[in-house]
């Protein structure tokens, strides 16, 4: 048995910012964001947290699979924007749309954090522990972010993204994931600082950091290998696979694995330009944006590969 996406969905805040809005408080302007990452817009949430926006993505996904929510036997969140840091964003959602015999929990691997779950309940999957599970990347990056740092906050965008997955014959045929703590600055944003009655201070909360060209250089090098590790592993010639789902993070990162991959644009999907980063919801955004256009056939040969902070990274190679 292995892990099959039975169901998809996403949701994004209504509310959109163009760079053109950016640059009304920012010393910026749309040539440049274009040109350097590919981002024409993103949406930004006024109102729903991150639960609210897993949640609408979840009631999208289970709608598509045709189940039940009391089928669900496992919820996961990836998300490291929560609204709040405990009970966990799953919980939210195991509540909110009433799987009720699920068990919930978040994880944290930034923007690998969708192919990270889907590892996790293929473990579960093939274990035999579970046989339905869903899963949900889900950000509210834009409260985390130095709205005056215009290197980082033109990047990242709100939203996300759930998949119901169910044990069956063909689907998910392998995953690969990693990290290097090693590298845990270079993108990263401080939780409440230690304050305590003994320290007397008072908790501050801090901004993402990024050092943009560290991360891009990761990110160039990191993509292709682990991709063609996938691909080398499972023993898929590239030109059996139909779509290269890329986290979507900047166009030049995309079309550098285009280069190193030798797999041409038009495998990998893009639409950054109308999302930006929403970090962990940006592979199954994507997903669910060629599900329902038509895009994605049966019995396609998917390959996903995501990166982001811890360092982390992840792929998947599946059977649609
Ligand atoms: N508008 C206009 N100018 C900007 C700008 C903006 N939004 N942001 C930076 N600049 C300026 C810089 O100040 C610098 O000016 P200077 O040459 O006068 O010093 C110049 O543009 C070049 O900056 P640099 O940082 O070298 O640009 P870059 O080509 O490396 O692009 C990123 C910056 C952030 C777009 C790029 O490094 C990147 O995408 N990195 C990956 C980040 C990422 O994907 N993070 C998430 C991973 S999950």
Redo the contacts with the bound molecule.
């Keep these: 048995m292995t892990a099959r996406i039975i169901g998809i969905g996403a949701y994004a805040p209504d509310q959109v910012v163009t760079n053109q809005d950016l640059t009304k408080f920012?010393?910026?302007?749309d040539a440049?964001?274009r040109e350097?990452?590919g981002i024409g817009a993103r949406h930004v949430s006024t109102s729903e947290g991150t639960s609210a926006l897993a949640t609408e993505a979840a009631k999208r996904a289970i709608a598509d699979a045709g189940i039940s929510p009391e089928e669900i036997e496992i919820v996961i969140v990836a998300t490291s924007s929560p609204d709040r840091a405990f009970p966990s964003a799953a919980a939210d959602v195991q509540g909110a749309i009433g799987a009720k015999h699920a068990v919930a929990f978040d994880i944290t691997a930034?923007?690998s954090g969708f192919i990270y779950a889907l590892h996790i309940v293929q473990g579960f999957i093939q274990a035999g522990i579970y046989k339905t599970a869903l899963i949900i990347g889900a950000y509210t990056l834009s409260k985390v972010l130095d709205w005056t740092d215009?290197?980082?906050c033109?990047?990242f965008g709100d939203g996300a993204g759930a998949a119901v997955v169910r044990a069956d014959e063909t689907g998910v045929v392998k995953t690969l994931v990693g990290s290097d703590g090693t590298k845990n600055d270079v993108?990263y944003c401080q939780a409440r600082s230690l304050e305590n009655c003994l320290t007397g201070g008072k908790p501050e909360l801090g901004f993402m950091q990024?050092d943009?060209?560290e991360?891009?250089k990761f990110?160039v090098k990191k993509v292709p290998e682990i991709v063609n590790a996938i691909l080398e592993e499972t023993g898929t010639d590239r030109e059996a696979v139909q779509h290269y789902l890329l986290?979507q993070?900047?166009i030049?990162?995309l079309e550098a694995a285009s280069r190193r991959l030798k797999v041409p644009m038009d495998k990998i999907p893009v639409n950054i330009e109308r999302y930006g980063?929403t970090?962990a919801a940006s592979i199954p955004i994507l997903l669910d944006e060629m599900h329902r256009d038509g895009r994605l056939k049966r019995g396609d040969t998917l390959v996903m590969a995501g990166?982001?902070?811890g360092l982390t990274w992840g792929a998947a190679l599946m059977t649609w």
């Design positions: 920012l010393d910026t302007n440049w964001i350097r990452t930034a923007c215009r290197s980082s033109i990047l993108l990024m943009g060209q991360v891009f990110a986290h993070a900047n030049r990162i980063n970090s990166f982001g902070a």
